[in-house]
């Protein structure tokens, strides 16, 4: 039952609503933006052009 009401409560929002909740989680997040960080600078390291 419990589940249910969750489950409804999802499908009232939209996806850009549930996007921008979302992020504000992971901007709040220090971590998660750590993470984010490091996965950029691996693929900035990883597809730098040779001088």
Known sequence: MI??????????????????????????????LERIEQRIEQRYVINKPAS
């Open 3 to 32: 589940i249910v009401k969750k489950h409804c409560k999802l499908l009232n929002k939209s996806f850009k609503e549930l996007v921008q909740e979302n992020k504000q989680k992971i901007l709040n997040d220090k971590r998660e």
